[in-house]
């Protein structure tokens, strides 16, 4: 499968912490894209980072990557419980157009 | 605004029945996809098109089939329901074959009796 993974399968924090969950995957990538889901609702897309960025930001989220290690990480800074959700990775691989998504971290910001 | 829905967003059917999960999307987007999700799995690809009359497989196609006749419609049928169906089936679609976001619908729950 090359399906990524996440890790950790589940995170509980504080509000105002930060939260970090990563994502390992098995082959070489044109992007790598993170996604939200809220219980009982459909995924919203955070961010998208190519293979050839190392970090990217969008307001209290930060994504890096390293393709030597086939891994990518996401921080989110300041939690609030507002972000209590799932967080999926998911890749596209090089010369595809798909995406494979890994499991998901569970994160739970307690108030 | 644009958006992508799906219909039912609840069913409950019997095993060996033909089942048709709608898709619509008014974004006018060339690619669309089906996921289902399944707890320990998270989103595995069904189908996948590329355009109208544009049909391809995915990861876990065994048992479905789509069909593309316009741009805005990926209609799911699983053409003889299984236990193993029972999932939660998500639409997905986004503009083109670059770089893209994917937007996801709401899903549909279905339950295999």
């Known amino acids: 499968s090359q399906q990524g993974e996440e890790d950790p399968q589940a995170l509980s924090i504080q509000e105002g912490e930060n939260a970090t969950m990563n994502c390992s995957y098995k082959t070489s990538i044109n992007n790598l894209q993170w996604y939200r889901q809220n219980s009982g609702r459909g995924l919203v897309h955070l961010i998208l980072?190519?293979?050839?960025?190392r970090e990217k930001h969008s307001g209290r989220l930060r994504v890096t990557l390293d393709t030597s290690k086939k891994s990518s990480s996401l921080l989110i800074t300041a939690s609030r419980a507002a972000d209590t959700a799932s967080y999926f990775c998911a890749t596209v691989v090089t010369g595809a157009n798909n995406l494979f998504f890994g499991t998901g971290t569970r994160l739970t910001v307690i108030p | 605004d644009a958006e992508i829905t799906q219909s039912p967003r609840h069913k409950i059917t019997e095993t060996g029945r033909q089942v048709t999960l709608a898709c619509h999307q008014t974004w006018n987007h060339n690619n669309m996809f089906w996921y289902r999700q399944d707890l320990g799995h998270g989103l595995r690809l069904i189908h996948y098109?590329?355009?109208?009359?544009?049909?391809n497989k995915g990861e876990v196609s065994d048992g479905y089939s789509v069909s593309r006749s316009n741009t805005e419609d990926l209609p799911l049928t699983l053409e003889s329901a299984a236990s193993s169906q029972t999932s939660v089936y998500f639409c997905?679609?986004?503009?083109?074959?670059?770089?893209?976001?994917?937007?996801f619908g709401p899903g549909t729950r279905l339950t295999v009796t």
């Open positions: 098109s590329y355009g109208v009359h544009d049909t």
């Open positions: 980072i190519r293979s050839n960025e």
């Open positions: 997905a679609s986004k503009p083109g074959q670059g770089p893209y976001e994917q937007y």
